[in-house]
């Protein structure tokens, strides 16, 4: 080991507490000085199981949990595999109590919860009280209904910024100081003007050594460990990573998510898994080599037949772009490229990120569907394939979530939580980086296009 060079593996994600966790019983100063350590980033691939394949955190104590929005991430809908409510009932089985849910949409969580109490996990639900603000809550809890965490699946416009009633974390931070926060994914969606103020909420996060989960699920694939596993066991530099994700636009029927105003676009707010992925091996970018170019729907190649929402409505400059395509240099030297579609029709998505090594190409196929994981080794033209039939990573985030609350003893094999919410902050910052680049071409161009 002694003559390796330097790989993303040696430092743990930033913000994330390393080889032990707070416990509500250390105070801020010594939970700081648990930010510094040594374990790595990342899991053994075998410790990832699925659902089916483990059995409820043991215990009797109840575990309140505090859900803020009653939307799809939380409850689960047709559009894909996410529901976390459903990853809490069988992570904390009978232990599970979600004390309140907090949504300005009353009917929608008070439907939801009707639901979950006609059906056997009725005992985490029946005294679920709902809420339209998380002060609303604050200001009529008892003590006994103090979570343990605190989980966020608000829309991101309405998070992420120091300014009131956009600044959840700053809220849960300041109600229930020590407890554990998730929060989805991405930091925020307001304009890039804003993302030091994410910075700044980051910073809030670590300094008071909170457990914070962000939730960029794809890093806990069993594929991406298995990645992961191999850079490190064979001490590899990476060089490249090449990512490209073409979503089946024909099932997205949310009109927010078509409007630039509203979701920030499709790089910002789905693409981001990619570009996540791409820097948990590439490491941190240089953002000053952002450069990207897109194709924009008011040109001949960006028509699409098959949307499903009236675009006439949204206002014309307001409309995504089909295509975006992205390279930059990360700060080792590597390079990185990243090409987002909305091309496909259907219902699944075509994802796929290629990582280099000298003589390794690591490719991952189909993230979000049937994980494959294709193996180019040294010396040899052959490709390995690997198929993880069950994999949850949806579980295995809420899952290593819980265990780093519950570790108040310290277990060092407890598996750590893979993206903090400082690394979230550049992932978000790398993908306005690309927009801008986008939006910069396109301006270049049409300021130096002589009218015919
Ligand atoms: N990791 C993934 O694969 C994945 C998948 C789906 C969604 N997400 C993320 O989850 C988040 C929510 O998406 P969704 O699909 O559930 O959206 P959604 O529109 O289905 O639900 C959002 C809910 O939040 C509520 N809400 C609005 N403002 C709120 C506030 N200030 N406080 C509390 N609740 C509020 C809305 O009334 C709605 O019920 C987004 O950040 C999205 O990117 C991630």
Redesign the pocket.
């Known amino acids: 080991m002694a003559n390796r060079r330097p790989s993303v593996l040696d430092s743990p994600v930033p913000g994330t507490l390393g080889n032990r966790r707070p416990s509500v019983l250390d105070s801020p100063g010594s939970r700081r000085q648990s930010v510094i350590s040594s374990r790595r980033p990342s899991i053994d691939p075998s410790r990832l199981v699925p659902m089916d394949k483990t059995s409820a955190l043991s215990g009797t104590d109840h575990f309140n949990v505090l859900f ?7 409850f689960g ?1 047709d559009e ?1 595999p ?1 529901n976390h409510s459903f990853r809490f009932e069988h992570k904390l089985g009978p232990r599970l109590k979600v004390v309140a849910l ?4 009353i009917d ?2 008070t439907s939801v919860l009707q639901k979950k109490c006609e059906t056997f996990v009725r005992s985490a639900y029946e005294n679920t009280r709902v809420f339209r ?1 998380l002060e609303d809550f604050v200001k009529n809890m008892s003590r006994k209904d103090t979570p343990r965490a605190v989980i966020v ?4 416009m ?1 998070r992420g910024t120091l300014q009131t ?1 956009r600044d ?1 974390e700053l809220q849960i931070l300041r109600y229930f100081p020590g407890v554990a926060m998730f929060i ?3 930091a925020a969606t307001g304009p890039s003007s804003e993302i030091e103020e994410a910075f700044q909420i980051a910073k809030h996060i670590s300094d008071s050594g909170t457990i914070c989960s962000v ?1 960029y ?1 794809l890093r806990y694939l069993k594929a991406v460990q298995m990645m992961k596993q191999i850079i490190h066991e064979n001490n590899l530099t990476v060089m490249a990573t090449v990512a490209r994700y073409a979503c089946a636009y024909e099932a997205i029927a ?1 009109p927010d998510w078509w409007d630039k105003s509203k979701s920030a676009g499709p790089v910002i ?1 789905q693409g981001t ?1 990619f570009c996540d992925l791409s820097r948990y091996f590439g490491g941190d970018v240089d953002m000053t080599t952002v450069s990207a170019h897109s194709l924009e729907w008011d040109e001949n190649a960006g028509h699409l037949s098959k949307m499903v929402v009236d675009e006439s409505a949204i206002p014309a400059e307001n409309r995504i772009p089909r295509v975006t395509a992205a390279t930059w240099k990360y700060e080792s030297g590597a390079v990185g490229s990243f090409t987002h579609l909305v091309a496909l029709q259907g219902h699944d998505y075509s994802c796929e990120l290629e990582v280099y090594a000298d003589g390794y190409q690591l490719k991952l196929v189909n993230p979000y569907v049937q994980p494959v994981l294709y193996i180019r080794r040294p010396g040899n033209d052959h490709e390995e394939t690997h198929r993880f039939p069950d994999d949850d990573p949806f579980f295995s985030e809420i899952s290593v979530l819980i265990d780093n609350i519950e570790d108040i003893e310290e277990d060092p094999e407890t598996s750590t939580i893979l993206s903090s919410f400082e690394d979230a902050c550049k992932t978000y910052q790398l993908t306005w980086a690309i927009r801008e680049a986008t939006e910069r071409n396109r301006k270049y161009k049409k300021d130096n296009t002589i009218p015919e």
């Open positions: 803020v929005g009653a939307g799809n991430i939380m809908s894909g996410w907090i949504d300005p949409a929608r969580a603000t699946g608000s829309p991101p309405f009633g959840i989805e994914k991405p939730g699920m949310k707010e898994h």
